[in-house]
Nanobody, 128 residues
């Protein structure tokens, strides 16, 4: 049974930073690309970032480029998202997800159905 647990969400002021974590069990973590997605109330789920199975390649949504950094620790089956210079528009529930492939497809951000979601998410709130 695949399980994912996201953590690290909090209330921060605009310009602040947070580091999200996701621990995964029940699947061969190192065999799959992993992604972070977010969803704000009343909005569609949005792809934030994706990282390949080895961690060598990463993709980012346009709105978070140069502010967010995705990383992974395959030995610990853990995924991370370092978020800097947070803005009110970054406020959302953040979810980690496992891709069905080793690499992040060019369409990863609009193909959340290609990912497996199993966590409850972690809430990020940004005050202006």
């Amino acid at each position: 049974q695949v399980q994912m647990m996201e953590s690290g969400g909090d209330l921060v002021q605009a310009g602040g930073s947070l580091r999200l974590s996701c621990t995964v069990s029940g699947l061969p973590f190192a065999d799959y690309a992993m992604g972070w997605f977010r969803q704000a109330p009343g909005k569609k789920r949005e792809g934030v970032s994706c990282i390949s199975d080895t961690g060598l390649f990463a993709r980012y949504g346009n709105s978070v480029k140069r502010r967010f950094t995705i990383s992974r620790d395959n030995a610990a089956s853990a995924l991370y998202l370092q978020m800097n210079n947070l803005q009110p528009e970054d406020a959302a529930m953040y979810f980690c997800a496992a891709s069905r492939s080793r690499n992040c497809l060019p369409t990863w951000s609009s193909s959340s159905d290609e990912f497996t979601f199993r966590g409850q998410g972690t809430q990020v709130t940004v005050s202006s």
